[in-house]
């Protein structure tokens, strides 16, 4: 399939990091041989083709998470990114990241996010998985050791089940401060 993500040149200028995951590959292109990129990002690279021309393309890809547009106060590019593409007839696919995401910035885009309030999801909003790699290749080297069950089961969340009290008050206090901010209409998320 053929993406168009708008100036190559100008969004890979950018920090990898505050791309869109799919888009990683891509930023090594001709830097990295495809055979290392294949084992770091797998292949579904190969099925994609990044083009220059709108016109060209099969849809359209916001290079940077919705978040990304919000946080830099820079949704006016996104905007104009997105008429473009409506111009052009091609569908807008837009990738939300954390845990809260943010608002569409059109209705008919489509979403992928990896978290969300069913009652705010859009009609074209989908669930995408969290992209990273496997954290049991890289701190156990392969080899996963199963804890023997407890008398006392341990549930966690990202890794908050074992967090001090303060810690997780801390945590539930910020929830109910950005929570408080979107109810009385300070803040989009």
Do not use: W
């Amino acid at each position: 399939m053929k993406v168009y993500i708008g100036d190559k040149s100008e969004v890979f200028s950018k920090l990898k990091k505050e791309l869109v995951d799919f888009l990683f590959p891509f930023y090594y292109s001709g830097q990295v041989e495809s055979d290392q990129l294949k084992e770091k990002y797998g292949s579904y690279f190969d099925h994609y083709e990044l083009v220059e021309s709108i016109d060209k393309a099969d849809f359209s890809l916001l290079p940077f998470p919705l978040n990304y547009y919000y946080q830099n106060n820079c949704k006016q590019n996104a905007l104009q990114f997105i008429d473009e593409s409506k111009n052009a007839g091609k569908d807008i696919v837009a990738i939300t990241t954390g845990d809260f995401g943010v608002p569409a910035l059109d209705p008919d885009m489509i979403v992928l996010s990896p978290s969300g309030y069913q009652s705010r999801r859009l009609k074209k909003q989908f669930a995408m998985l969290a992209l990273f790699n496997d954290p049991v290749a890289r701190f156990f080297s392969g080899n996963f050791k199963v804890r023997e069950k407890a008398d006392k089961p341990l549930v966690g969340f990202c890794g908050q089940g074992a967090s001090s009290k303060l810690r997780y008050a801390g945590v539930f206090g910020a929830n109910v401060f950005r929570n408080l901010k979107f109810y009385l209409r300070l803040s989009l998320s």
